[in-house]
């Protein structure tokens, strides 16, 4: 079988960029494994991603499949003669800037039917896997709730490094919602289902943020003020019944604690999960996951299965799942983009409701 041809926009080596491409697809396209399945023909940086570079990409029959690594900000203008032109795409998160800019996205990808991959992980980590297979075995039972609690390190008490200003403005798309809840919540979603109802708050507590460049060793440079939350709370009901309580916040985890804890608490037992990281789909280095079956005194150690991609360093271990996922074919078993706009409009129907938020006792408005 031919290996499918890929053209990378947005491979970055900047100080000040995320080098995404570099750290999480890199490693894997040029791993043996990757390189069964893949060949990279093409190449665009993020400096000069522009219309004519792209437009050459897409309008390159040697390419097979189109991998979008840039800031949100140019998702729309990048990814729209991609998918006019029919070409597969693979495309890191936010989607887009905006949810009509996604809506129309994804309606011409399906106009084309253009196949897409959307840059969450929830769905290929093997940590997800385990807690479904748990859960299947009935080990704990009917779940009856959830509670996750996630501390995001940034837009906490210490400035942020310039690359993360995109952060502090909800116009340019990039912020804690549309990037660490995005990411937490659909691993939540893959191993639990999908919400029925829930009532959620958003915070912006640290309206004010000094940011640092590290090319002049971390000197504050700006002082901006930030329109996005730094506390995101949701409570809720999955289709399911199961209840959940989650809290993700700006700052450092308390001093030993982890970045992430995260409670299934079933009618026959509870699986209680730790990691340094809130990112479980990204990072799982150190991750913790422990069984206690009631009746029993002590809790077990649940290990995770190793695969082809565990050899990889982090963070390109999912990401190279996802990669397998899509050369296999295996529809379902990767995030598409389908699926990116569905959990977007959750996040927009949460900024919905926070934006019409009334203090407590002002009485609601007569249409």
């Not at 979008?68 to 495309?91: I, W």
Request: with cysteine; charged share 20%; proline share 6%.
């Amino acid at each position: 079988m031919s290996r499918i041809r890929i053209g990378i926009i947005g491979l970055s080596t900047a100080s000040t960029g995320t080098n995404w491409a570099a750290a999480a697809h890199l490693p894997y396209l040029q791993s043996p494994q990757g390189q069964r399945q893949y060949e990279i023909v093409a190449l665009c940086n993020s400096s000069i991603a522009s219309g004519p570079k792209v437009r050459f990409i897409t309008r390159d029959p040697e390419v097979d499949l189109v991998v979008n690594v840039t800031h949100v900000e140019k998702h729309y203008d990048l990814l729209s003669p991609v998918v006019q032109a029919g070409k597969n795409v693979f495309t890191e998160l936010p989607f887009a800037s905006t949810a009509s800019q996604m809506r129309e996205l994804l309606q011409t990808a399906e106009e084309k039917k253009v196949r897409t991959v959307f840059g969450i992980q929830g769905q290929t980590s093997p940590v997800t896997r385990l807690l479904r297979d748990v859960i299947a075995s009935h080990r704990i039972g009917k779940v009856l709730s959830t509670t996750w609690t996630g501390s995001a390190v940034f837009l906490g008490e210490k400035p942020l490094p310039i690359n993360g200003k995109a952060f502090t403005k909800r116009t340019i798309g990039g912020n804690m919602m549309t990037v660490l809840f995005l990411h937490t919540m659909n691993l939540i979603l893959a191993t639990l289902g999908e919400l029925d109802t829930f009532h959620s708050s958003l915070g912006n507590q640290r309206p004010t943020i000094e940011l640092t460049d590290p090319r002049q060793g971390g000197k504050v440079v700006e002082t901006v003020q930030k329109d996005t939350p730094d506390q995101v709370l949701l409570q809720g009901r999955f289709a399911s019944g199961a209840l959940i309580s989650y809290h993700l916040r700006g700052g450092d985890p308390f001093p030993g604690e982890k970045g992430l804890t995260w409670s299934i608490y079933g009618e026959k037992g509870e699986i209680h999960i730790t990691n340094p990281s809130c990112m479980l789909d990204i990072l799982h280095v150190g991750v913790s996951i422990k069984l206690h079956e009631f009746g029993q005194k002590d809790a077990q150690d649940l290990e995770l299965a190793d695969d082809d991609m565990s050899s990889l360093p982090h963070p390109s271990q999912n990401v190279g799942r996802i990669y397998e996922a899509y050369a296999k074919g295996e529809d379902g078993s990767y995030p598409d983009w389908k699926l990116g706009m569905k959990r977007h409009e959750l996040i927009e129907e949460m900024w919905r409701r926070s934006d019409g938020e009334r203090p407590f006792g002002e009485p609601v408005p007569k249409e």
